[in-house]
C-alpha cells in the first residue's frame, strides 16, 4: 500500500503553470487543487451545501475529460489546508471496500472507516444496497475523536454497475462494482484448458453491464503450437475484442496487458487458478491481491459482505478484486436479448425471415446460413445455442 501510494504521486502528470497570486503561500496542495475553476470559486466564496454539492458533480460527472477519481481526490484534498483539524467536513471519495456495513473509504490519500447514513437505505432503487464498491461518495468526516471516522451522505450517479441477483430479494439486484470501465477476462491455455463457452458467457455478460471487456489467455508458456491459441481465438480478434496472450512464467504480454489497463478501473474474473493474483501482482508489484482460496475463506459467513475490493493502482488506474463472485452475468437475461450480446449475431439477425427469430431452427435463418458458409465461427454459435436452451428453461 505504502509503495502503490509512492507510485501514486508520481504518477502525477506535472501541472500547468497557473497564476494563483491570490494565495500568499501556496502550499503543494494548491498545484491540485487550482486545476479546477470550481474549487477556486468554492475556496473564495463559499457555496451554501446544495450549491456545493452540485458543483461537486457537475466537477466529476459533466466536465468532459475529466476523470472522476482524479477529480474526486483533488475535491477531496481541497477542503482541508485551511480547515482546522479538528473540524468536521464533507468530502468526496471512493468506496474500496464494504463489509457488516461498513466502508472504507479512500478520502486523497488517507482512507476512512465510514458508516452508511440510515437515509440511503430507504431510497427506492433497483439495488438492496445503496453502497458499493467503485462508488464515488460525499462524506461526512468527524475527526474529533481519536479514530477519524466518516458518513457516507450521498451517492454521486454511477457510470456503470456490475450487479447480480439479490439472494434473499431475487426480483431486485445487489450492486456490486460501481463505475468500473472494463472487464478482464482471464482464462488459461492449460491447468485449467481454455473453454471458449465460458469466455463466451463472460463476454455476454460485460456486453451487458455495457463494461468493455478484455481478454486474457495466460499460461502461454504451456502451449505447444501458440499458432494454435492464435487460431482459437480469431473469432475474438476478429470481433474487435483486445486479445492478449500473457505468460507470467516468461513475462510474454505483460506489458500489453500494462497497458490494456492504464488510466482504467478494471474489474478482474476467471476461474480460480487460471494465474490472476500471479499476472496482477507481476504486472503492479505493490498490490494487494488477495489469492481465491483465502479470501472465499475470510468471506465465509459475512452475508453482508461485497467480496469485492478496489485497489488504487495510481490515480486514474485501478483494479476491482472480486474474488467471490464465481458466475457472472446471466441472471435473468431473457432468451430472445441473448442475440444482442453476440454482436455478430446479432448484426445477422436483422436479414432473419421472423423477427422473433431464436437462430436455432428456423426457416430463412440469415445465422444459420453464415454459420454454414463459415461467417460465424462454429464455437461461438455453440456457446450461443447453449445459453439459449439454459435460460429459456
Ligand atoms: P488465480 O486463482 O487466478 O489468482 O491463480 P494464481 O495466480 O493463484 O495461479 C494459480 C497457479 O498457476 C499458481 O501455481 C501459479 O504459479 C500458476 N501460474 C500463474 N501464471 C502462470 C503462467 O503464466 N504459466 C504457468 N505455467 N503457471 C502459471
Ligand atoms: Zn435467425
Excluded at 35 to 62: K, S
Excluded at 215 to 240: F, M, Q, T, W
Excluded at 259 to 270: D, F, I, K, N, P
Amino acid at each position: 500500500m505504502q509503495t502503490a501510494r509512492k507510485k501514486m504521486k508520481r504518477g502525477y502528470a506535472p501541472k500547468p503553470v497557473r497564476r494563483r497570486d491570490w494565495l500568499p503561500d501556496a502550499p503543494e496542495a494548491w498545484d491540485e487543487w487550482d486545476e479546477m475553476d470550481i474549487a477556486t470559486q468554492e475556496r473564495v466564496m463559499p457555496l451554501d451545501e446544495r450549491e456545493r454539492r452540485r458543483t461537486l458533480e457537475q466537477a466529476l460527472f459533466a466536465q468532459p475529460g475529466t476523470d472522476p477519481v482524479a477529480a474526486a481526490a483533488a475535491l477531496a484534498n481541497s477542503g482541508q489546508p485551511d480547515e482546522s483539524p479538528l473540524a468536521a467536513m464533507d468530502t468526496a471519495g471512493t468506496v474500496l471496500e464494504i463489509s457488516n456495513g461498513l466502508a472504507q473509504v479512500e478520502l486523497g490519500e488517507r482512507v476512512v472507516r465510514c458508516t452508511i447514513r440510515g437515509a440511503l437505505n430507504g431510497q427506492r432503487s433497483l439495488y438492496t444496497n445503496p453502497v458499493t464498491v467503485g462508488d464515488q461518495v460525499v462524506v461526512y468526516v468527524d475527526s474529533t475523536g481519536d479514530d477519524e471516522q466518516g458518513v457516507i451522505q450521498e451517492v454521486l450517479p454511477r457510470r456503470t454497475v456490475l450487479a447480480r441477483p439479490d439472494v434473499h430479494a431475487s426480483h431486485l439486484q445487489q450492486a456490486l462494482v460501481a463505475n468500473a470501465d472494463q472487464l478482464l477476462i482471464v482464462a488459461s491455455w492449460r491447468e485449467p484448458a481454455l473453454w471458449p463457452e465460458l469466455l463466451d458467457r463472460y463476454l455476454v455478460a460485460a456486453e451487458r453491464f455495457r463494461l468493455a471487456p478484455v481478454i486474457c489467455v495466460n499460461k502461454i508458456d504451456l502451449a505447444e503450437d501458440v499458432a494454435e491459441c492464435h487460431g482459437l481465438l480469431s473469432p475474438y480478434r476478429i470481433l474487435r475484442y483486445p486479445v492478449v496472450l500473457t505468460s507470467a512464467v516468461s513475462g510474454a504480454g505483460l506489458d500489453a496487458l500494462g497497458m490494456l489497463m492504464e488510466s482504467r478501473t478494471t474489474v478482474l474474473s476467471g476461474l480460480s487458478g487460471v494465474g490472476k493474483s500471479t499476472l496482477l501482482t507481476a504486472i503492479y508489484p505493490s498490490l494487494d491481491l488477495r489469492t481465491g482460496e483465502t479470501s472465499e475463506r475470510k468471506h465465509e459467513g459475512k452475508h453482508t459482505t461485497t467480496q469485492a475490493t478496489f485497489l488504487r493502482v495510481d490515480p486514474r488506474t485501478a483494479v476491482v478484486d472480486t474474488p467471490g463472485i464465481r458466475s457472472l452475468g446471466l441472471a435473468g437475461l431473457r432468451p430472445e436479448e441473448l442475440a444482442a450480446y453476440f454482436p455478430e449475431i446479432g448484426d445477422l439477425a436483422l436479414g432473419c425471415r421472423f423477427s422473433d427469430c431464436s437462430h436455432r431452427h428456423e426457416p430463412g435463418c440469415a445465422v444459420q446460413s453464415a454459420l454454414e458458409t463459415g461467417l460465424i465461427a462454429p464455437s461461438r454459435y455453440h456457446s450461443y445455442a447453449k445459453i439459449y436452451e439454459e435460460i429459456s428453461s
